[in-house]
T-cell receptor, first 121, second 114 residues
Framework: AQKITQTQPGMFVQEKEAVTLDCTYDTSDQSYGLFWYKQPSSGEMIFLIYQGSYDEQNATEGRYSLNFQKARKSANLVISASQLGDSAMYFCAMRVVPWGAGGTSYGKLTFGQGTILTVHP | DAGITQSPRHKVTETGTPVTLRCHQTENHRYMYWYRQDPGHGLRLIHYSYGVKDTDKGEVSDGYSVSRSKTEDFLLTLESATSSQTSVYFC?????????????FGPGTRLTVT
């Protein structure tokens, strides 16, 4: 079974500073994907960044980077130069390729419980 | 933005009544998913579909059924709504089931069962 753990229920950061949101995962699969999603107060789920288990370099997308430490099974999200609009809930998620009863893979996402980030002006 | 809509966006219903939530996509993606979001649990998979008329159970499927008669539509039915099914329901789509493919989410449906 897969498990994602986000140990920080809430984080605070000053505007323009960097912040790291922690995520650890557990899986016995060798091939997996790690994702971060943002959920603002409006409720939608916004895909931010992806890291593959075989990727040797850390993923980056604009101000977002993923600090991937495979041996430690961690996939922390780093947001640089925080903005007020970054205030939201952030979810770490993992996707492996489980096989359903019908013999078809379905690639569900397993989510952590989320971290609420508050950016102060 | 991925073309995913959910209807209704908000619904209040009474215990024991059937409820159907609709997910519609314009991306022609093969895989569709229904998740529920509850405080302290993140998102959990209810059911998924890997093609027209091809569906299977997720981890919290009791009390729910699904149908997919067209590529673009995935319906979630609460057969007899209970208060424990009060939640926010998200539909998601994905081009592939591979580990490297992201899922795109609809705007969510907030369901309250009284």
């Amino acid at each position: 079974a897969q498990k994602i753990t986000q140990t920080q229920p809430g984080m605070f950061v000053q505007e323009k500073e960097a912040v790291t949101l922690d995520c650890t995962y557990d899986t016995s699969d060798q091939s997996y994907g790690l994702f971060w999603y943002k959920q603002p107060s409006s409720g939608e789920m916004i895909f931010l960044i992806y890291q593959g288990s075989y990727d040797e370099q850390n993923a980056t997308e604009g101000r977002y980077s993923l600090n991937f430490q495979k041996a430690r099974k961690s996939a922390n999200l780093v947001i640089s130069a925080s903005q007020l609009g970054d205030s939201a809930m952030y979810f770490c998620a993992m996707r492996v390729v489980p096989w359903g009863a019908g013999g078809t893979s379905y690639g569900k996402l397993t989510f952590g419980q989320g971290t609420i980030l508050t950016v102060h002006p | 933005d991925a073309g995913i809509t959910q209807s209704p966006r908000h619904k209040v219903t009474e215990t024991g009544t059937p409820v159907t939530l609709r997910c519609h996509q314009t991306e022609n993606h093969r895989y569709m998913y229904w998740y529920r979001q509850d405080p302290g649990h993140g998102l959990r998979l209810i059911h998924y579909s890997y093609g027209v008329k091809d569906t299977d159970k997720g981890e919290v499927s009791d009390g729910y059924s699904v149908s997919r008669s067209k590529t673009e539509d995935f319906l979630l039915t609460l057969e007899s709504a209970t208060s424990s099914q009060t939640s926010v329901y998200f539909c998601a789509i994905s081009e592939s089931s591979g580990a490297g493919y992201e899922q795109y989410f609809g705007p969510g449906t907030r369901l309250t069962v009284t």
